[in-house]
Nanobody
Framework: QVQLVESGGGLVQPGGSLRLSCTAS????????MGWYRQAPGKQRELVAA???????NYADSVKGRFIISRDNARNTVYLQMNSLKPEDTAVYYC???????????WGQGTQVTVSP
């Protein structure tokens, strides 16, 4: 079972930027699709960005044009570059990996992102 560790969250002002990192315990990106999710208080967890093993990306409408998902295969790390942050982006952010068999990895602790003046 692959382990995932998120990092990079913090407190940022509206309009600011953050880069989140998700490091996998082994090399999986060539066969696993990766996704960044977020969960705000009182809301369901939602997918905000996805990166297929072949490199295609997809974004939720709410972050399109502001967030960028990317990966560094040598570092087993997926990134989420978040620009023009808004208070409504405040949430705990998680990454996860989807295997070709359709199975998700275990959820990690996530990383808190707070956007506030």
């Amino acid at each position: 079972q692959v382990q995932l560790v998120e990092s990079g969250g913090g407190l940022v002002q509206p309009g600011g930027s953050l880069r989140l990192s998700c490091t996998a315990s082994r090399s999986i990106f060539s066969i696993y699709a990766m996704g960044w999710y977020r969960q705000a208080p009182g809301k369901q967890r939602e997918l905000v960005a996805a990166l297929a093993s072949g490199g295609a990306t997809n974004y939720a409408d709410s972050v399109k044009g502001r967030f960028i998902i990317s990966r560094d295969n040598a570092r087993n790390t997926v990134y989420l570059q978040m620009n023009s942050l808004k208070p409504e982006d405040t949430a705990v952010y998680y990454c996860n990996a989807l295997s070709p068999a359709g199975e998700f990895a275990s959820w990690g602790q996530g990383t808190q992102v707070t956007v506030s003046p």
